[in-house]
């Protein structure tokens, strides 16, 4: 998810929710954040490297990036030898398609700035990335769960005055609570020159 809170500034979360591999966390460290094994679980990226993976850093401070997955890497590599983030993400998105798993997981990404919001979401059905002005007190998402408009998915009197806030509504707000197996989540939140990052719980 990410908007524009009613207070000012720009915001982006990523939550985390697995059915297969519940063991993890997400770590924060400086302006940015990554999904790790829990203690007890780190042989597990022996089976499975998929699993741990960076999943949101600030850019510039001026700007957000997050994904669910692998990619992110290859989005963040792109946009930091100067491709704007519509191309790197349509084009890392259109590239890698949905991850080859059981349930072939749909690869979520987003870019979040003052000026303008970027969300794509690739499925088995095919790509969707959608760039477009925020409205102040708004926020968009996408999800596995088959929510792939973020122009229809919306977080309505958005509102936040910490990273915190960001992260508890993504995680347990009534607007996201319906979706199952949630491990953790992480925002961010840049106002002026105030850059924070929190993860939940």
């Not at 790790?36 to 999943?55: F, H, L, M, Q, R």
């Not at 890392?92 to 798993?101: K, T, W, Y």
Request: charged share 20%.
């Amino acid at each position: 998810m990410m908007g524009i809170p009613k207070h000012g500034g720009i915001a982006a979360a990523y939550r985390l929710a697995s059915r297969s591999f519940p063991n993890r966390k997400i770590e924060v460290k400086g302006h940015s954040a990554k999904v790790t094994p829990i203690p007890g679980y780190e042989k597990a990226v022996d089976k499975n490297p998929y699993i741990s993976y960076n999943c949101l850093r600030v850019i510039n401070e001026t700007s957000i990036l997050i994904a669910n997955g692998t990619h992110f890497d290859q989005i963040y590599k792109r946009i930091n030898s100067g491709a704007s983030a519509f191309n790197a993400i349509t084009h890392v998105l259109a590239e890698m398609g949905p991850e080859q798993d059981t349930y072939k997981t749909s690869r979520i990404a987003g870019f979040a700035s003052q000026a303008w919001l970027l969300l794509g979401i690739i499925t088995e059905k095919g790509l969707v990335v959608k760039s477009f002005h925020p409205k102040a007190g708004m926020g968009y998402y996408v999800a596995t769960y088959q929510k792939t408009d973020p122009m229809k998915n919306l977080v309505k009197n958005f509102d936040a005055r910490s990273a915190d806030d960001v992260a508890r509504l993504v995680h347990e707000g009534h607007n996201f609570k319906r979706f199952s197996h949630a491990i953790a989540t992480t925002a961010a939140l840049i106002c002026g020159r105030r850059i924070e990052i929190s993860s939940f719980p």
